[in-house]
């Protein structure tokens, strides 16, 4: 079967670090995504890991580790917009492109 | 550039009913997922479309069926609807053979099933 576990929900205040952990088990592995969903909107992508190690753009950061099956979405100098579900998933190989999502964590930041 | 366009926006139906979802793909995009997402999930994969055929599917019941059309629209019909469908419905356009993080994803349709 496939199983992503990402927390709920998280709180962080402006201008901090933020870490959304995420781990998989699935049956395939194409790459780890992690995309962001704003409230009754589209998800939007954010980043993607296909091998291990961080990968950085601007103020996000995402981290894989295959052989853990985990990863992470680092958020830096927090500002309220990125108030959001955060959503981790895994694509699936196999003659077709699937993402299998995880829940999504809900980050709300705080003046 | 257009981007996804899903159409309508909201939907409420009874249960029983059938209901038809349609998608525009972005241009130059010939392969087209659909996706549910109940409140508070992630979105569920349901099955995806190219060059007019179902090239995959997820665990959804045969009463979820589509169509793909030659200039690569799409359509998700849902029969005999249930109180559990209620839900967004996504769709999202890629091209051939892309990986995941090339889906860009129509801003869905809300379905209400009562």
């Known amino acids: 079967g496939q199983n992503i576990d990402q927390p709920t929900e998280m709180t962080a205040t402006e201008g901090a670090i933020v870490q959304i952990n995420c781990t998989y088990q699935?049956?395939?592995?194409?790459?780890l995504f992690w995309y962001q969903q704003h409230a009754g909107e589209a998800p939007t992508f954010l980043s993607y890991?296909?091998?291990?190690g961080l990968e950085e753009k601007g103020r996000f950061s995402s981290f894989l580790s295959r052989s853990k099956g985990y990863s992470y979405l680092l958020l830096k100098e927090l500002q309220m917009k990125d108030s959001a579900s955060y959503l981790c998933a895994v694509g699936l190989s196999g003659g077709y492109n699937k993402l299998i999502f995880g829940a999504g964590t809900r980050l709300a930041v705080h003046p | 550039e257009t981007g996804v366009t899903q159409s309508p926006t909201h939907l409420i139906k009874t249960r029983g009913q059938q209901v038809t979802l349609r998608c525009s793909s972005q241009?130059?995009?010939?392969?087209v997922s659909w996706y549910q997402q109940a409140l508070g999930q992630g979105p569920q994969f349901i099955f995806q479309y190219y060059r007019e055929e179902e090239n995959g599917r997820g665990n959804f019941p045969p009463r979820f069926s589509g169509l793909q059309f030659p200039n690569y629209s799409s359509e998700l019909n849902v029969n005999a609807l249930e109180l559990d469908d209620s839900a967004l419905y996504l769709c999202a356009s890629s091209p051939r053979g892309a990986l995941g993080y090339e889906q860009y994803f129509g801003p869905g349709t809300r379905l209400t099933v009562t």
């Open positions: 699935t049956s395939g592995f194409n790459g």
């Open positions: 890991n296909v091998l291990d």
């Open positions: 241009s130059g995009h010939n392969t």
